[in-house]
C-alpha cells in the first residue's frame, strides 16, 4: 500500500515567520511531487512542483525532494494569514507517471497568526 | 485563466438514485480524472482517463462506477446505485500531459 504520510498539525508561526511544512511516501519508485492548498470547503490547489532532487523556488514557497530519505517539504517564507489552509502533499507512484494518479497525504493544517 | 468547471455543486440524492456528476475540463488538456474526499478524510483517486478510455481506476471505482466523455468538452461521472457511503466531495481535475493536475471547485454528493 502506498502511503504518503503528514503531520496534520496545526501548524502555528506567526505572520512574517518561515512555514516549514513536511511528507514522508512509501514508494521508492516515485517521480513527481506535489504541494497542493485547500481552503476548508474548496478544492485543491496547485502551488508546486517537483520532480528532482534539491530545492525548487517559486515566490514566497519553496519546495525541496530528498528521494534518498523520501522526504518533501515546503517553506513558506513571509507567511501571511492568507496563507492559512491546509497543505496537501500529493506523490504519484512508479507506473502512474504517465496516468496523473496522485496520492495525497492527509494534509497539514497551517494557522499563520496576525 | 482556464480552470475546470463543475456541475452541479451540491446535489442532494436518494439511495438507489442514479447521479451524474458533469465537468468540462480545461481546453488544451489531454488527461481527465475524478477524485473524491470524505469529509475531514484524504483525497482519493477515482479513475483517470486519456484517449477515450480509462488508463487506470482504483479499487473504489466498482461497476456502480463509470466515466465519459459524451463529447469534446464534457467529462461525466455516473454512479449507478448511489449508497449512504458514496456521499463525499468528488473533484474532476485535468492535466495537459499527465503531471500537474488542476482541479475543479467540486461537486457536494449527499447521499440520504
Known amino acids: 500500500q502506498k502511503e504518503v504520510e503528514q503531520n496534520s498539525g496545526p501548524l502555528s508561526v506567526p505572520e512574517g515567520a518561515i512555514a516549514s511544512l513536511n511528507c514522508t511516501y512509501s514508494?521508492?519508485?516515485?517521480?513527481?511531487f506535489f504541494w497542493y492548498r485547500q481552503y476548508s470547503g474548496k478544492s485543491p490547489e496547485l502551488i508546486m512542483s517537483?520532480?528532482?532532487?534539491g530545492d525548487k523556488e517559486d515566490g514566497r514557497f519553496t519546495a525541496q525532494l530528498n528521494k534518498a530519505s523520501q522526504y518533501v517539504s515546503l517553506l513558506i517564507r513571509d507567511s501571511q494569514p492568507s496563507d492559512s489552509a491546509t497543505y496537501l502533499c500529493a506523490v504519484n507512484g512508479e507506473g502512474s507517471s504517465n496516468t496523473g494518479k496522485l496520492i495525497f497525504g492527509q494534509g497539514t493544517t497551517l494557522q499563520v497568526k496576525p | 485563466e482556464p480552470e475546470v468547471t463543475q456541475t452541479p455543486s451540491h446535489q442532494v440524492t436518494q439511495m438507489g438514485q442514479e447521479v451524474i456528476l458533469r465537468c468540462v475540463p480545461i481546453s488544451n488538456h489531454l488527461y481527465f480524472y475524478w477524485y473524491r474526499q470524505i469529509l475531514g478524510q484524504k483525497v482519493e483517486f477515482l479513475v483517470s482517463?486519456?484517449?477515450?478510455?480509462?488508463?487506470?481506476k482504483s479499487e473504489i471505482f466498482d461497476d456502480q462506477f463509470s466515466v465519459e466523455r459524451p463529447d469534446g468538452s464534457n467529462f461525466t461521472l455516473k454512479i449507478r446505485s448511489t449508497k449512504l457511503e458514496d456521499s463525499a466531495m468528488y473533484f474532476c481535475a485535468s492535466s495537459q500531459w499527465g503531471g500537474e493536475l488542476f482541479f475543479g471547485e467540486g461537486s457536494r454528493l449527499t447521499v440520504l
Open positions: 482517463f486519456y484517449n477515450n478510455e480509462i488508463s487506470e
Open positions: 514508494d521508492r519508485g516515485s517521480q513527481s
Open positions: 517537483i520532480y528532482s532532487n
